[in-house]
C-alpha cells in the first residue's frame, strides 16, 4: 500500500508542477494524507501512542470562496474497534473505511503562506471486517495548510468523530500534501464608464458624474480649478486654497466666514481686526468680558479674589478658594465647602454636614443618658446621680465645639397631659441650666417639653411607663 501511495504522490507532484504553475483561479484539489485514529481517548482511556492505528486517505476539494471549501475524503486503513465502554478489542486491528462531505471555513484567504482552517460536517464509516456494518458520523476539527509551490500544500488535519453507534467516537489525525489540479483562466476585465465622461470608474473619484480629466473625472461648475465634491463655494469661482471660496479683502478668511469681508483681519478673529475696549491687555477675540477689565488667567474676566476663578462664576468672590469648590474654601480639606460646612475647621463626612461624627463609645452615653437621668418624683429637681452622666455629656460637648445639643423632656402617660408637658420641659429646662453651670454655651444648646406624646414604650405597663419618663440628648451639626 505504501509503495503505491507513494509512486500516487509522486505523479501528482509532477502533474502539478508541470502544468499548473500559476493556478490562482483554480477551483479544484486533491489532497493525499496518512491518518492515524484512536478509539480509546474517547473512552476516557487516555492518550497512549499504542492505542492507534494508521490509514490513507484520498480527498477531493473544492473551491466555492475565499473562505469557504468543500470537501469529500475517502479513507482506508485499521483500527482497533472497542466492543464495550471499558475499551476491549476482540482482536487488534480490523479494517474500516469512510466516506464524509465536508466544509472548510478558511480563518485567511488561501494565498497566504499559511492557512488555518475549522471544519464540520457528516459521513460514514464502514466496518468491513463487522458484516459491513455501516456508522452514521459528524466529523469536527481544525487544519492547516502550508504552501510550498504555487500549487502544493503540506496538509495536516485533526478530528473528533462523533459516532452514533455505541464506542465509536474517535480521535483522528491526518497528514499529507493537497494539490491545487486543473486550469482556470482569469474573468476578462470589463471597463466601466458609469457617468460617460470617458474615464473609467476605476479611475474617475466622481464615477456618477461627468467630469474632466484633469480633475480625475469630476466636475467642476465654476471653473476655478477645484472640483466641487471639495468646493465648499461649487457655485462661486474662488481660490483652490480656501477650498473654492472667495477672498475679497486678501486675508485668507474666505468671505462666508469673514465678519468684516472688506477689512483684512485675523483668521482668530474670523476676519476682523484686533481690539480690546476694556484695555486689559486680553484682545477682544479671547476676552470673555470684553467690557470688564480682568486678568489673563482668567481669560479677561474679573477675579477679586486672585483664586483664579472668574467672580462670575466663584460662589466666594472675596474668599480665595478652589476650583473643585467652584471658588470656596475648604479649610478642613474634608471634600465640604467652607459655606456649606457646619464644622469648617474640623473634618466631617457629608452625611453630618461637614463636622465630625460621635464615636461610639459617645453615642452610648447619650444612650446611657436616658435611663440614667432621674429626678425626685413628681418633680425636675436632679438627682445627684444623674449630674455624673451630664458632666460626661459636657465633656463631649467641649469636644465637638462647633456642634449643638438638643434636650427633650418625656413622661408616661399617667395624669393629665398638661401638667405631664409642663414637668418635662422643666426637666429638660434643668438639665439645659446643669449643662450650662458645666461650661456649655447656651447659644449651642435648645430644649423642649413633650409630655407623654413621644411615647418609646406601651404605657400600658410598667416597665414601657419606665421607659417612656426619660430626657433625650442630642448633639447636631445645624
Known sequence: MKNTALTLLLALFFFTINSNAQNEYAKNGIAFRWTWNNFQ?????????????????????RHLSNYLNLAVPLKFGKAKLPIDDQGNTLRDEQLIGSLDALLHLKLFKPDNILYPYLLGGAGIMDEFENGNKINVEFPVGIGLNLRLAPSIY???????????????NQLQHAAG??????????????????????????????????????????????????ADKLDDCPTVAGLANLRGCPDKDGDMVPDHKDKCPDVAGLLELEGCPQTDRDGDGVKDEIDR????????????CPDGDGDGIPDAEDKCPTIAGLPNMSGCPDTDNDGISDPED????????????????????????????????????????????SKKVLDEIATIMGRYPEQKLRISGHTDSIGDPGPNQVLSEKRAK????????????????????????????????????????RVEFEIYAE
Open 41 to 61: 481517548l474517547p473512552l476516557g482511556n487516555g492518550l497512549h501512542r499504542e492505542d492507534y492505528s494508521t490509514g490513507v486517505e484520498l480527498t477531493y476539494v
Open 154 to 168: 503540506v496538509s495536516a488535519e485533526t478530528q473528533y468523530r462523533f459516532d452514533l453507534s455505541s464506542n465509536r
Open 177 to 226: 500534501l493537497w494539490f491545487i489540479i486543473g486550469k482556470a483562466t482569469p474573468p476578462e476585465e470589463k471597463v466601466s464608464d458609469a457617468d460617460k465622461d470617458g474615464i473609467p470608474d476605476a479611475e474617475d473619484q466622481c464615477p456618477n458624474e461627468p467630469g474632466i480629466a484633469k480633475l480625475f473625472g469630476c466636475p467642476d461648475s465654476d471653473g476655478d480649478g477645484v
Open 289 to 300: 468680558c470684553p467690557d470688564q477689565p480682568g486678568p489673563e488667567y482668567t481669560l479677561g
Open 342 to 385: 457646619r464644622c469648617p475647621t474640623t473634618p466631617g463626612p457629608a452625611s453630618n454636614k461637614g463636622c465630625p461624627e460621635l464615636k461610639p463609645e459617645e453615642k452610648e452615653v447619650l444612650e446611657f443618658a436616658m435611663k440614667a437621668v432621674q429626678f425626685e418624683t413628681g418633680s425636675a429637681f436632679l438627682l445627684q446621680s
Open 430 to 469: 434643668a438639665c439645659y441650666e446643669y449643662l450650662a453651670s458645666r461650661g456649655i454655651q447656651t447659644s449651642r444648646m435648645s430644649y423642649a417639653g413633650y409630655g407623654e406624646t413621644k411615647p418609646i414604650a406601651d404605657n400600658r405597663f410598667a416597665p414601657g411607663r419606665e421607659k417612656n419618663r
